[in-house]
């Protein structure tokens, strides 16, 4: 469990991403891996349909209700029950590392319904992360997918370039990254939280130089679809 005001101090930029595509968002947004929709909802319009689509029934609600505003979809990734075309937006976030080695047949399914000009959000942990790397194989947890797979900056990057024309790319969070659980855990958390803040500054200055990229906690990617 995470210190919640740590959380938003880390993490809190990276998911209000999205409502910086409110205004392309005229027909459908598709969150994949959903999770209830509750990171797509500020997308909704009065006009538009926000649909979140998740593999597992179980999480597509929240507190067992459909969120107002939204959709949701039972469905595959591999196989989006969405006509070509149709799509304004697709957002997804830390799911695509669940199936690390078909990358390419999922970038070209969001490809296949995402119009001409439509947007692709990527959000996904780095495999680099020394942290986060460590905790991974020495303490596995029953939430992770045996078969999940973070993608090495490079590789996420790369593949995406080769469907997609890249707009932006950001690699995130270096000694923020694991903050808010560790946070959680202490007292004083009003003086921690304080440091937290230099902490995040500190890390935004490093990733300004390529090496420090590749041990990145999250990768972002805006990309378009031409």
């Not at 797509?40 to 505003?69: H, M, Y």
């Not at 997609?164 to 921690?192: D, G, Q, R």
């Given at each position: 469990?995470?210190?919640p005001?740590s959380?938003?101090m880390?993490?809190?930029?990276?998911?209000?991403?999205?409502?910086?595509?409110?205004?392309?968002?005229?027909?459908?947004v598709?969150?994949?891996?959903?999770?209830?929709?509750?990171?797509?909802?500020p997308?909704a319009?009065?006009?538009?349909?926000?649909?979140?689509?998740d593999?597992?029934?179980?999480?597509?609600?929240?507190n067992?209700?459909?969120?107002?505003?939204?959709?949701?979809?039972?469905?595959?990734?591999?196989?989006?029950?969405?006509?070509?075309?149709?799509?304004?937006?697709?957002?997804?976030?830390a799911?695509?590392?669940?199936?690390?080695?078909?990358?390419?047949?999922?970038?070209?399914?969001i490809?296949?319904?995402?119009?001409?000009?439509?947007?692709?959000i990527?959000?996904?942990?780095?495999?680099?992360?020394?942290?986060?790397?460590?905790?991974?194989?020495?303490?596995?947890?029953?939430?992770?997918?045996p078969?999940?797979?973070?993608?090495?900056p490079?590789?996420?990057?790369?593949?995406?370039?080769?469907?997609?024309?890249?707009?932006?790319?950001?690699?995130?969070?270096?000694?923020?990254?694991?903050?808010?659980?560790i946070?959680?855990?202490?007292?004083?958390?009003?003086?921690t939280?304080?440091?937290?803040?230099?902490?995040i500054?500190?890390?935004?200055?490093?990733?300004?130089?390529?090496?420090?990229?590749?041990?990145?906690?999250?990768?972002?990617?805006?990309?378009?679809?031409?």
């Amino acid at each position: 469990m995470s210190d919640p005001e740590s959380a938003k101090m880390v993490y809190g930029d990276l998911r209000n991403r999205i409502t910086d595509f409110k205004h392309i968002a005229k027909d459908y947004v598709v969150e994949l891996g959903g999770n209830g929709g509750t990171l797509t909802q500020p997308l909704a319009t009065e006009t538009n349909r926000i649909i979140s689509l998740d593999i597992n029934r179980d999480i597509l609600t929240v507190n067992g209700k459909i969120l107002e505003n939204i959709n949701p979809i039972w469905g595959n990734i591999l196989c989006l029950p969405f006509k070509d075309n149709k799509v304004d937006v697709v957002y997804a976030r830390a799911v695509l590392h669940h199936l690390p080695d078909q990358l390419d047949d999922v970038l070209i399914e969001i490809k296949r319904v995402l119009k001409k000009g439509g947007v692709l959000i990527i959000q996904e942990p780095g495999y680099n992360h020394p942290i986060a790397y460590i905790i991974r194989k020495c303490f596995p947890t029953s939430s992770h997918d045996p078969d999940e797979r973070p993608f090495k900056p490079k590789e996420l990057i790369d593949t995406t370039r080769e469907h997609f024309h890249l707009c932006l790319v950001e690699h995130h969070y270096l000694l923020s990254y694991v903050m808010p659980y560790i946070i959680a855990k202490l007292p004083f958390k009003k003086a921690t939280r304080k440091l937290l803040s230099l902490i995040i500054k500190f890390d935004k200055e490093l990733l300004k130089f390529k090496i420090f990229k590749l041990y990145c906690g999250y990768i972002s990617i805006e990309a378009r679809c031409e």
